[in-house]
C-alpha cells in the first residue's frame, strides 16, 4: 500500500474507457476475478439461472488462505489467454450486472474496521496497469462521481456485511472452520436459492426472530435473504 495514494471521495483522477481505446477489453483477460456474493446474485439473476447452476458452470471455489472462509471465482477460459468467460469483441456481455471490482475499475476500495468502531472507514486508491491507456485520456472524475456513475453503493453495503464474517473470525479463537462450517457458509453465502430452501424447511427464521414483513421478503427478495443468511452464519459459527 506504500506505493498507492489515498483518494478521498472528492479527490481527482483521469480516466475513460471506450471501444476505441487500443487496450479495450485487455483488463479482462489474463487474471484472477473473485467474486462476492452480491456480485453472483446479480449476474445469476441477470442471466436468468439457479445459483447453483450459475456456480457450477462459471465458478470454481477454494479455501482462501487468509481468511480462511471459501472463496468463489470465475472459470477463466483458458483457450482464450484466461479471459473472463463473459468478454467478447464488443465488450462485456453482462456489463449490467458485472461484478463490483470491474465496475470500480479503476478504483480500489480499501476498508478498515478496528475492534472498537462501530461502521467501516473507506478510502480508494487508482491502479494504474501497464497496459491500461485509459489514464491518457483528458476525462477528470472525484471518486464521488465515478462511483455513482458506476452505480456502486449496494455492492459496497453487501460488501461491508461481509467484512463483519471475515471480522468476527479474525477475532475468535477458531483459526479454521470444519468442512460442515465451510459448506454452510457456502450455501448462505453464495448458493442463495439453495440456502433460501433450507430457511423454510428448517424454518431457520424462530431462532433468529424477524419482523413478519421481513420473513414474507425472505421468499421473492434475494438481498433481503442475502442479509438474512449473513445474519445467520455469524449467530451460526460465531455466536
Not at 38 to 67: A, M, Q, V
Not at 90 to 100: I, K, N, S, W
Not at 145 to 158: F, G, H, I, N, R
Request: charged share 30%; with cysteine.
Amino acid at each position: 500500500m506504500k506505493n498507492f495514494q489515498k483518494l478521498a471521495l472528492d479527490d481527482t483522477f483521469k480516466f475513460s474507457c471506450h471501444p476505441d481505446i487500443n487496450c479495450f477489453n485487455r483488463c479482462c483477460g489474463d487474471l484472477n476475478q473473485f467474486l462476492t456474493p452480491y456480485d453472483i446474485l446479480r449476474l445469476k439473476n441477470g442471466l436468468k439461472l439457479s445459483s447453483g447452476e450459475f456456480l457450477k458452470r462459471y465458478t470454481t471455489h477454494h479455501i482462501g488462505p487468509g481468511s480462511g472462509l471459501p472463496v468463489v471465482t470465475f472459470k477463466m477460459l483458458e483457450s482464450n489467454n484466461m479471459s473472463c468467460p463473459f468478454v467478447s469483441k464488443a465488450g462485456c456481455t453482462v456489463y449490467p450486472d458485472r461484478p463490483g471490482s470491474c465496475r470500480i475499475y479503476p478504483l480500489g476500495r480499501i476498508v478498515q474496521r478496528k475492534p472498537d468502531q462501530a461502521t467501516c472507514e473507506e478510502f480508494h486508491i487508482v491502479i494504474k496497469e501497464p497496459h491500461c491507456l485509459g489514464f491518457t485520456e483528458s476525462k477528470e472524475w472525484t471518486v464521488r462521481a465515478w462511483k455513482q456513475s458506476q452505480e456502486v453503493s449496494l455492492y459496497d453495503e453487501m460488501n461491508d456485511l461481509l467484512m463483519d464474517i471475515i471480522s468476527l473470525k479474525n477475532r475468535s479463537r477458531t483459526r479454521r472452520l470444519t468442512q460442515s462450517e465451510n459448506e454452510l457458509f457456502y450455501l448462505a453465502c453464495y448458493d442463495l436459492d439453495r440456502f433460501r430452501n433450507l430457511v423454510f424447511e428448517k424454518r431457520l427464521w424462530e431462532a433468529h426472530p424477524v419482523e413478519e414483513e421481513i420473513m414474507k421478503a425472505l421468499e421473492e427478495d434475494d438481498v433481503a435473504l442475502m442479509r438474512f443468511g449473513i445474519e445467520w452464519i455469524k449467530g451460526r459459527l460465531f455466536g
